[in-house]
């Protein structure tokens, strides 16, 4: 799938470890930036956001096994999605 990708990936990054919250975080460290994030627009299922929930966890630092995070410049983001 990464290899799919257009070439206008400015980085990519495994959320395994820390979810995804811990990646944006590593990203714009990296990149010497703070970043706002519309969590309401990052897709969680409705089981795992009852169980994170249920037992006090935040889904977005939850290791997101099989996934990975791409960012890529707006007008490529159609393309990447596909």
């Not at 169980?51 to 707006?74: I, N, T």
Request: some cysteine; overall charge negative.
């Amino acid at each position: 799938m990464v290899e799919t990708l257009p070439e206008a990936v400015h980085t990519l990054r495994d959320p395994t470890r820390g979810g995804i919250a811990t990646a944006f975080n590593e990203i714009a460290k990296t990149a010497g930036v703070g970043m706002d994030i519309e969590e309401s627009r990052i897709p969680i299922r409705p089981e795992v956001k009852a169980a994170c929930e249920l037992l006090g966890l935040d889904p977005l630092y939850l290791a997101s096994e099989g996934k990975f995070l791409a960012l890529v410049a707006p007008e490529y983001a159609a393309q990447a999605l596909e």
